[in-house]
């Protein structure tokens, strides 16, 4: 059974239009990561959670935000994504210093 | 500097070989370290984590950590084209952070 689980597996957006990649787990884990990655690019950490404890990494564009409104659920919002946005968005669940579990990612394409 | 660095590859390696990759991290007060195995547009998979000082073996899979050193490597013995794949190293520097280095890319030579 999918323990982390990202909707929808594909996106397709227009330019400068709003949208929001979605994020559930039953792992009831304590720490939720967004991760950006291009093609041929190691995992860009945006954003992580430790329950509501949110941080945001110094680099990551104010185009991106993030709500983690109960421990199962997080979202990635792209205020208005570019075409320099286009990329698998990566969700993940940790206890902490321990392993992460991936969901299988949501593809993003700005047209 | 980055966080975490790999050799770069990508790495080629016959059938039944040793892959041999490596990771430096900067942060020495990094507790936790993983080796992540990724397919081409898949997620990355968990294969193995370490966190004392020394040699970890799972399988054909071995990790050796050397904190003095800064230094986290991964050893895939008896190589297989289903090895093919990305390798990503990845360290928890901080308050729960997870960050990944660039990857090598292996390729295992039938």
């Known amino acids: 059974d999918a323990m982390v689980i990202q909707n929808p597996r594909y996106q397709v957006t227009q330019f400068g239009k709003p949208v929001t990649l979605s994020c559930s787990q039953t792992?009831?884990?304590?720490?939720m990561y967004w991760y950006q990655q291009k093609s041929s690019q190691a995992p860009k950490l945006l954003f992580h959670?430790?329950?509501?404890?949110?941080?945001n990494e110094a680099d990551t564009p104010d185009n991106f935000q993030s709500r983690r409104p109960n421990t199962s659920f997080c979202f990635l919002d792209i205020r208005s994504p570019g075409l320099g946005d286009a990329a698998m968005y990566l969700c993940?669940?940790?206890?902490?210093?321990?392993?992460?579990?991936f969901g299988q990612g949501t593809r993003l394409t700005v047209v | 500097q980055k966080e975490v660095e790999q050799n770069s590859g990508p790495l080629s390696v016959p059938e039944g070989a040793i892959a041999s990759l490596n990771c430096t991290y900067s942060?020495?007060?990094?507790?936790?370290f993983f080796w992540y195995r990724q397919y081409s547009g898949k997620s990355p998979e968990l294969i193995m984590f370490?966190?004392?000082?020394g040699d970890k073996e799972d399988g054909r899979f071995t990790a050796q950590l050397n904190k003095a050193s800064q230094y986290v490597s991964l050893l895939i013995r008896d190589s297989q084209p289903s090895d093919s794949a990305t390798y990503l190293c990845?360290?928890?520097?901080?308050?729960?952070?997870?960050?990944f280095g660039a990857g090598t890319t292996v390729t295992v030579r039938a």
């Open positions: 993940a669940t940790s206890t902490g210093n321990t392993e992460a579990f």
């Open positions: 792992l009831n884990h304590n720490v």
């Open positions: 959670y430790y329950d509501k404890d949110f941080n």
């Open positions: 942060d020495r007060g990094s507790q936790s």
């Open positions: 370490i966190y004392s000082n």
């Open positions: 990845a360290v928890t520097p901080d308050d729960y952070k997870l960050s």
